[in-house]
Nanobody, 116 residues
């Protein structure tokens, strides 16, 4: 069973930083993408960033480019999201996502709140 466990969320002032972690276990996929979505109150879940385990290519939503950095430690099956220059509009529940072979797997989410 695939398990994704997020950590690192919290409350931070605008302009501050947080680092999210997602520890993945229970899978043996050779080719997958892993990354982050977020959902703010009253809004749809949106993709934030992801990384491919096969070639290391990355994706960032326009709203976070230049501020967020995704990285992975394949030996630990962990993906990180370094979030800098946080804005109040970054406030959301952040979900770890793993996609492989047409299947999506989700963590339970971690709350990020950015105060103005």
């Amino acid at each position: 069973e695939v398990q994704l466990v997020e950590s690192g969320g919290g409350l931070v002032q605008a302009g501050g930083s947080l680092r999210l972690s997602c520890a993945a276990s229970g899978f043996r996929f050779d080719d997958y993408n892993i990354g982050w979505f977020r959902q703010a109150p009253g809004k749809e879940r949106e993709g934030v960033s992801c990384i491919s385990n096969s070639d290391g290519s990355t994706y960032y939503a326009d709203s976070v480019k230049g501020r967020f950095t995704i990285s992975s430690d394949n030996a630990k099956n962990t993906v990180y999201l370094q979030m800098n220059s946080l804005k109040p509009e970054d406030t959301a529940v952040y979900y770890c996502n793993l996609y492989s072979r047409g299947m999506d797997y989700w963590g339970k989410g971690t709350q990020v709140t950015v105060s103005s």
